[in-house]
């Protein structure tokens, strides 16, 4: 189990990258860099909560996990 800590920092590190990401692809497209960094930052802002409600849901499902036993 990881700590809410770990879950949150991990899902800003990830959200940051697609920030760069996105705003660069945005601004190829649309050209305009003040549109493309309200289309990243409203895009990172959603993604960031649905990942971590994906992954506390993933958290609970057992399927695919191994049992580890300890001596």
Do not use: C, P
């Amino acid at each position: 189990m990881e700590s809410n800590t770990r879950l949150w920092t991990k899902a800003l590190t990830w959200q940051l990258l697609g920030l760069v990401s996105t705003s660069l692809l945005a601004y190829v497209f649309l050209g305009s860099i003040t549109q493309a960094g309200s289309l990243a930052l409203s895009s990172m802002a959603s993604a960031l909560v649905l990942y971590v409600i994906h992954e506390k849901l993933w958290a609970k499902v057992n399927w695919g996990k191994t049992l580890v036993l300890s001596d």
